[in-house]
């Protein structure tokens, strides 16, 4: 079974503690145990909104700062590998070629930022895409997909399951909203319409979640599910 996992910055490395990358490590040591092909994409978090606060009153214009917040997400995804030892390929992928190479030759592929005017979220859904992901996590600070943007709106109500065009719809409404937040970005949900991965959205503050979803299909987040898709089948396992 091949996974992505997308794992937000700060959900990654809170205030940058190493407790939590060696968490994340375990899981994916784990993942790779049970027979999946594992690629993690990390965001850049508090700390590349911090740089980008800074280079913002500095000058920088919005390539400037979309590239310094890509480094931000290759640092992070260095803390990952380096946690993860032999088992990773040793340096962030920069494409999409070069992860899913190290995925076939059986290493995790780990990869940040890839351009400028992308996120990590679509950088995920891309990964999945191209690898042929049999099921694409986003391990957020939020335990799944709302009506509403959760943080503005007391009655957002959660979903249990959704189609990928009805996250489409959903993440266009909240991205509307100037200043709202949505689990995902509108690129991301476009990507998972396309390519009819199967994807989960949870809260990763602890990490053993992530586990739990991809080996049990045991969580409190949203599956984004294909129509089509076999109603009994809800989760793929790995192979034994």
């Not at 214009?61 to 380096?82: M, P, Y």
């Amino acid at each position: 079974m091949r996974v992505v996992v997308s794992v937000g910055g700060s959900v990654l490395a809170p205030d940058l503690a190493h407790e939590r990358v060696e968490q994340y490590a375990d899981v994916i040591d784990q993942l790779v145990d049970e027979g999946c092909s594992v690629g993690a994409v990390v965001g850049g978090g508090g700390v590349a909104r911090n740089y980008i606060k800074t280079a913002r009153k500095l000058g920088a214009n919005e390539v400037e700062l979309d590239d310094i917040g890509i480094s931000v997400t290759r640092l992070n995804a260095q803390l990952l590998i380096a946690a993860l030892g032999d088992d990773a390929a040793p340096s962030p992928a920069e494409n999409y070629e070069e992860a899913g190479e190290a995925m076939r030759r059986g290493d995790v592929a780990i990869m940040g930022g890839v351009t400028a005017g992308q996120t990590t979220d679509a950088v995920s859904a891309a990964l999945a895409e191209y690898t042929n992901a049999d099921l694409l996590v986003y391990a957020t600070s939020v335990p799944g997909v709302y009506s509403a943007d959760p943080k503005t709106d007391e009655d957002a109500e959660r979903y249990e399951r959704i189609t990928p065009a009805e996250l489409v719809d959903v993440i266009a409404d909240i991205e509307m909203s100037a200043g709202s937040s949505a689990p995902v970005d509108l690129l991301a949900a476009k990507l998972i319409e396309r390519s009819r991965v199967r994807t989960i959205v949870l809260d990763g503050t602890d990490p053993e979640d992530v586990l739990d979803a991809v080996l049990r299909g045991e969580h409190d987040g949203t599956d984004i599910v294909p129509d089509g898709s076999d109603a009994g089948m809800d989760y793929w396992v790995a192979d034994e």
